[in-house]
C-alpha cells in the first residue's frame, strides 16, 4: 500500500486554486512550505477558516486567525467574460490553471462557470479590462464539503493541464532537434582527413577570388575617377545654374518694387 506523505496530506486540504495568494506558485508548493514548517497555516484565503483549522488539526498546531495585512477571505466570486468586448487575444487562456476558458485567437473567449475556481489570475493579462467577477449567490458554497469536492475536480484539471504542457514542451524540443539535424551538413560527419584536402581547395579558391576581384577593380579605378570627376562636374554646373537663377529672381523682384 502506497504511503501518502506530509506534502500530499497537506496538498489534499488545500483548495487547489492555485491563485498565488499564499505567496507561493501554487498551492502544492505552500503544502511544502507547510510540511518544512517555512510559513504558518493562515495564508490560504480561499480555504477560510475552516481550511486553517483542518491544516491546524492535521500539523498539530494551534488554529490561529488571517493575517490582518495580507488577504483575506471572501465569498468565491467567478470570472465572466463580456464577450462583445473580447478581442480574443487568448491571454486569459493562457492564464487560467485549470483550462476553465474556452475560445481561440480573434475569437470570442468565454468561462465555464462550473470549472471556474475563482482564482482571479485571469484579470490581470486582460489588455481590455473584459472580465468581471460575479460572487456566488449560494450561502452553503463555502461549505467545507463543497470546498473540498470543487478542490478535487480542480485538481485533476491543474494536473492534466500541467500534463499536457509538459507533453508540447517535450514535443517542440524533439521538432527543434530533428530540424537542427537535418540543417547540419552532411560533411561534418565526414572524417577529419577527408577533410583537409576540401579545406585547403576552398582556401585556393578564395584566394584566386579574391586575386580576381583586385585586378577588376585597379582596371576599373580609371573610370571610376572619370565618372566622379564628370558627377562633380554636373554638380558644379546645376550648382551655378541655380545661382545665376536666383540671382535674375532677386533682380526681377527689384524691378517690382
Not at 64 to 89: H, N
Not at 117 to 145: F, K, M, Q, S
Not at 229 to 237: E, L, Q, T, Y
Request: proline share 8%; with cysteine.
Amino acid at each position: 500500500m502506497p504511503v501518502i506523505s506530509l506534502v500530499e496530506r497537506i496538498d489534499a486540504l488545500l483548495p487547489q486554486t492555485q491563485c498565488g495568494q499564499c505567496s507561493h506558485a501554487g498551492c502544492r508548493p505552500y503544502a511544502e512550505a507547510l510540511a518544512e514548517g517555512r510559513d504558518p497555516i493562515n495564508r490560504c484565503p480561499p480555504g477560510g477558516e475552516d481550511g486553517i483549522r483542518a491544516l491546524a488539526e492535521l500539523l498539530g498546531q494551534p488554529a490561529i486567525p488571517f493575517d490582518p495585512a495580507g488577504p483575506q477571505p471572501k465569498p468565491r466570486a467567478l470570472a465572466v467574460i463580456r464577450e462583445d468586448s473580447c478581442i480574443g487575444c487568448t491571454l486569459c487562456i493562457q492564464a487560467c490553471p485549470v483550462d476553465a476558458i474556452v475560445g481561440a485567437a480573434k475569437q470570442m473567449h468565454t468561462v465555464i462557470a462550473d470549472e471556474c475556481t475563482g482564482c482571479e489570475l485571469c484579470l490581470a493579462p486582460c489588455p481590455v479590462d473584459c472580465i468581471d467577477l460575479v460572487p456566488v449567490a449560494d450561502p452553503a458554497d463555502g461549505e467545507r464539503e463543497r470546498v473540498m469536492a470543487r478542490a478535487a475536480l480542480a485538481r485533476k484539471r491543474y494536473d492534466a493541464r500541467q500534463a499536457r504542457k509538459d507533453r508540447d514542451a517535450a514535443d517542440k524540443a524533439k521538432r527543434l532537434a530533428e530540424r537542427a539535424a537535418v540543417a547540419a551538413p552532411a560533411s561534418s560527419t565526414a572524417p577529419a582527413a577527408s577533410q583537409a584536402p576540401t579545406a585547403a581547395a576552398s582556401a585556393a579558391d578564395k584566394n584566386e577570388l579574391i586575386r580576381k576581384a583586385m585586378e577588376r577593380a585597379k582596371q576599373q579605378a580609371p573610370v571610376a575617377a572619370t565618372a566622379s570627376a564628370d558627377k562633380m562636374a554636373v554638380i558644379r554646373a546645376a550648382m551655378e545654374r541655380a545661382a545665376a537663377m536666383k540671382a535674375a529672381q532677386q533682380e526681377a523682384d527689384k524691378d517690382k518694387e
